[in-house]
C-alpha cells in the first residue's frame, strides 16, 4: 500500500533524487568532514520541513531521495541546502579549507522518483559498492 502525506487541500506524495558534488568536485567528503557535512544536511533538512528517505555522502558527491512537500520548489530546496551548509561547513572548519563561502558547485542533477521509490534508494545504497567496481580511467 502506498503512503500519501496531505496538507489542507492536497495529498501528495513528491519524492526525489538528488546529486551535488562540492566545487571543482574536489574530493573533501571524507572521514571527520564526511560526518560533519551529514549531520549539517540532516539538520538544514529538518528545518525546512523536507524529509531525507536515503542519502550517501561520497568523496566527491552527494546522492539523496528527499520527500518535499508541494508548497516548496525543488529548486528553492536545493538552494538552501546547499547554500546554508556551505556557510555551516566554512565555519566549522575555517578559512584554511575554503575560499570565500564557496563549497558547492553551482549545479545539482535531480530526478522525480515517482512510484518506484525503492529502485532509487537502493541505487543510493549500493553507490558506492557501484564506484569501486567501475574501472577508473585516466587521462594522460
Known amino acids: 500500500m502506498h503512503e500519501w502525506n496531505s496538507l489542507s487541500h492536497v495529498r501528495w506524495d513528491c519524492k526525489y533524487h538528488v546529486v551535488f558534488a562540492p566545487k571543482y568536485r574536489k574530493k573533501r567528503l571524507y572521514g571527520k568532514m564526511r560526518r560533519q557535512v551529514r549531520a549539517i544536511l540532516l539538520d538544514l533538512s529538518r528545518q525546512i520541513g523536507v524529509d531525507v528517505l536515503e542519502g550517501h555522502l561520497m568523496p566527491d ?71 569501486k567496481d567501475q574501472p577508473v580511467l585516466e587521462f594522460e
Open 61 to 131: 558527491h552527494v546522492h539523496v531521495c528527499l520527500r518535499v512537500a508541494p508548497k516548496y520548489s525543488i529548486a528553492h530546496v536545493i538552494g538552501f541546502l546547499k547554500g546554508k551548509s556551505a556557510v555551516r561547513i566554512h565555519r566549522a572548519l575555517g578559512h584554511h579549507r575554503m575560499t570565500g563561502l564557496h563549497f558547492w558547485s553551482r549545479g545539482y542533477c535531480v530526478s522525480p522518483v515517482g512510484l518506484d521509490e525503492e529502485t532509487i534508494r537502493r541505487y543510493i545504497r549500493e553507490q558506492e559498492d557501484r564506484d
